[in-house]
Antibody, heavy 122, light 107 residues
């Protein structure tokens, strides 16, 4: 079955650019039936949707992060990525990649990666 | 954006008892409401979507109800594996938003 696995730097300094990758295994990222999202969770807090990439390659970002976030896909590696610029301590969180259950629509998320902790500290 | 508010923040329940969790939206989300379960150190797992529909493999003791702005997740007879944090999420309007969670603890 399809599985997702995030990877990232772990520890970062303020003002740096965060880059995370989500590898999709057990299925094709380019199947044409699924869109892909990034979601984050600060320690002890709720979940925040960051953005998504559609099967067409177009993207959609949360208004609160727009301008700092970029999501891209590499179909040759069956993975998609998150880039977040100018990080601060407020960006410290567990970052999850997830599969959108409904394509080209607002949706719920039916498959999640295990998450990767990103800590921003000087 | 639509604000989702969950209550209570924490709920103490004995195994075998019923748990009732509430989720309220700041405006109507129709029936576009999902519930997730999260255990420590794990990713959220989809339980319910479309207010009522159980996701694949979810036991029948989990049920959802409500519409508009008020929703409920009921766990009919709590099992040991059900002690976790539960989140609601609306997907009626972009951006999708989540509640802050209800922690179900062992009494």
């Amino acid at each position: 079955q399809v599985q997702l696995q995030e990877s990232g730097p772990g520890l970062m300094k303020p003002s740096q650019t965060l880059s995370l990758t989500c590898i999709v295994s057990g299925g094709s990222i380019n199947s044409g039936t699924s869109d892909w999202s990034w979601i984050r969770q600060p320690a002890g807090k709720g979940l925040e949707w960051i953005g998504r990439i559609y099967t067409s390659g177009t993207t959609n970002y949360s208004p609160s992060l727009k301008g700092r976030v970029t999501i891209s896909v590499d179909t040759s590696k069956n993975q998609f990525s998150l880039r977040l610029t100018s990080v601060t301590a407020a960006d410290t969180a567990v970052y999850y990649c997830a599969r959108d259950s409904i394509s080209y629509s607002t949706t719920y998320f039916d498959l999640w990666g295990r998450g990767t902790l990103v800590t921003v500290s000087s | 954006e639509i604000v989702m508010t969950q209550s209570p923040a924490a709920l103490s329940v004995s195994p075998g008892e019923r748990a009732t969790l509430s989720c309220r939206a700041s405006q109507s989300v129709s029936s576009n409401l999902a519930w997730y379960q999260q255990k420590p150190g794990q990713a959220p797992r989809l339980l319910i979507y479309g207010t009522y529909s159980r996701a694949t493999g979810i036991p029948a003791r989990f049920s959802g109800s409500g519409s508009g702005t008020g929703f409920t997740l009921t766990i009919s007879s709590l099992q040991s594996e059900d002690f976790a944090i539960y989140y609601c999420q609306q997907y009626y309007r972009w951006p999708e938003t989540f509640g802050q969670g209800t922690k179900v603890e062992i009494k």
